[in-house]
């Protein structure tokens, strides 16, 4: 679909909810999954992703049913996944992939784990050589390296692992793995990164111990079928911050918001560029801060960002590149290489469409610089068949001087349905 932007005539007034977290969605369903008995949740993200995770995990047996406000899942519980009867199709989810492939590898049977030309392109030997390690037998292209991935389920040894490269699909894949097989799983960061499996892991009585980095899963245990209200995605939430602290006289007010300290990157960030954002934590669920998040128009300068704050921002990053056009000075961000590895190289592809709308931006190999202000101004951009693109060059073009054409776009369903009803007009 192509869309056409126009800039904000009257900036948004917007006191609202977002969908749920897509992380926390992932897990719960394949918890949820795992679990003996029966689990409620709530507020589940109807996105792409998590529809693809709860499709594969209907295909290995769990039963998953609609309920007022929610859905009712029936877990497998000790018996195991069933052997799918085809091809576990993953769609553009990294994380259903990896996550999946961890239970898997501990499973019953074949099951071969593929998805679309993006996901059979992503780096899959980060999870692959620790799941070998533990004795799994698994196959995939360019010598195990690439999906499809076809994994013969058996029973896994333990695993004393250092992670090459931060990343929490990666931890949540050995995680899994570990609790299916009944094994002890120790795992070494070297930064950290979201924790959202861990949080759960605790809040079901999983005896887990995280001290100074590493991480050890030191026991065998069943899961209990549980409750979950899944918070607003505060990857979405970004978006609409993002929105109003480039516009002046722009206020917005999000409720029910994740507020997991690894999610804030991207907030933080704003903060110290000089963003009017400010958020309060009112309550938590299974081990998850929630709350809401309120910002408004301001004036930004530019600022240095280091490998050290990557993780915690990391799906926000294009999005900082378009607010730092706004900013005083020079953005830096380095040590973001890990940016070229998701749906799309997002350093590369950003670079290209924020030049083409005026942006002085250069490409480095890690990361990018900015110069502002600049005052972007408007044109025709591709999406790149990436999500958090295409919702980053929306709110590049709400800023503009001049309209934006948006080819390839109707991606943001993948983590944020919805996300084109907020900008009545822009069609
Ligand atoms: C995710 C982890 C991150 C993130 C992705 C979701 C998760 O990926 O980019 O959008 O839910 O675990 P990596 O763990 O590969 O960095």
């Known amino acids: 679909?192509?869309?056409?932007?126009?800039?904000?005539?009257?900036?948004?007034?917007?006191?609202?909810?977002?969908?749920?977290?897509?992380?926390?969605?992932?897990?719960?369903?394949?918890?949820?999954?795992?679990?003996?008995?029966?689990?409620?949740?709530?507020?589940?993200?109807?996105?792409?992703?998590?529809?693809?995770?709860?499709?594969?995990?209907?295909?290995?047996?769990?039963?998953?049913?609609?309920?007022?406000?929610?859905?009712?899942?029936?877990?497998?519980?000790?018996?195991?996944?069933?052997?799918?009867?085809?091809?576990?199709?993953?769609?553009?989810?990294?994380?259903?992939?990896?996550?999946?492939?961890?239970?898997?590898?501990?499973?019953?049977?074949?099951a071969v784990l593929s998805g679309d030309s993006s996901l059979r392109r992503r780096p899959m030997a980060r999870i692959v050589d620790p799941l070998v390690r533990m004795g799994a037998r698994i196959w995939g292209r360019a010598g195990g390296r690439l999906a499809p991935?076809?994994?013969?389920?058996?029973?896994?040894?333990?695993?004393?692992?250092?992670?090459?490269?931060?990343?929490?699909?990666?931890?949540?894949?050995?995680?899994?793995?570990?609790?299916?097989?009944?094994?002890?799983?120790?795992?070494?960061?070297?930064?950290?990164?979201?924790?959202?499996?861990?949080?759960?892991?605790?809040?079901?009585?999983?005896?887990?111990?995280?001290?100074?980095?590493?991480?050890?899963?030191?026991?065998?245990?069943?899961?209990?079928?549980?409750?979950?209200?899944?918070?607003?995605?505060?990857?979405?939430?970004?978006?609409?911050v993002a929105a109003a602290v480039m516009n002046p006289g722009a206020r917005v007010r999000i409720e029910g918001v994740c507020l997991n300290p690894g999610r804030l990157g991207f907030f933080e960030i704003l903060r110290r560029m000089g963003g009017r954002v400010r958020w309060e934590v009112t309550g938590s669920e299974l081990g998850e801060p929630v709350g809401w998040i309120e910002a408004a128009g301001s004036e930004l300068r530019g600022l240095e960002v280091g490998a050290g704050e990557v993780p915690a921002a990391l799906d926000e990053l294009p999005l900082l590149a378009v607010v730092a056009t706004r900013g005083a000075g020079r953005t830096r961000v380095s040590g973001a290489g890990e940016l070229r590895r998701k749906e799309s190289d997002r350093i590369g592809c950003l670079v290209g469409e924020l030049q083409r709308m005026g942006a002085r931006i250069r490409e480095q190999e890690e990361g990018f610089e900015v110069e502002g202000p600049v005052r972007l101004a408007g044109g025709t951009v591709r999406c790149h068949r990436d999500h958090r693109l295409e919702m980053s060059l929306a709110v590049a073009a709400l800023s503009a001087s001049g309209p934006t054409r948006l080819l390839g776009a109707g991606f943001s369903e993948v983590s944020f349905p919805g996300f084109w009803d907020l900008l009545p007009g822009h069609r």
């Open 1 to 110: 679909m192509q869309v056409l932007v126009h800039p904000e005539a009257s900036p948004w007034q917007l006191r609202l909810s977002v969908p749920g977290d897509k992380s926390l969605s992932h897990r719960a369903l394949i918890l949820a999954a795992m679990a003996r008995g029966e689990s409620f949740l709530g507020g589940l993200s109807e996105s792409r992703d998590v529809r693809t995770t709860l499709r594969c995990l209907q295909a290995l047996g769990a039963r998953i049913r609609p309920q007022a406000d929610g859905r009712v899942v029936s877990g497998w519980g000790p018996a195991g996944p069933l052997e799918p009867g085809k091809v576990l199709d993953c769609g553009g989810s990294g994380t259903t992939l990896r996550l999946l492939a961890g239970v898997l590898a501990a499973g019953r049977g074949l």
């Open 149 to 240: 991935l076809a994994l013969q389920g058996g029973p896994l040894g333990d695993l004393s692992w250092q992670l090459p490269v931060a990343s929490a699909q990666v931890k949540s894949c050995l995680l899994l793995a570990g609790l299916q097989a009944g094994v002890r799983v120790e795992l070494r960061e070297p930064l950290p990164s979201r924790d959202h499996t861990e949080r759960m892991l605790k809040a079901l009585g999983v005896p887990l111990e995280c001290s100074g980095g590493t991480l050890r899963l030191v026991g065998v245990a069943e899961l209990p079928g549980f409750r979950l209200s899944v918070p607003g995605d505060p990857s979405s939430a970004a978006f609409l």
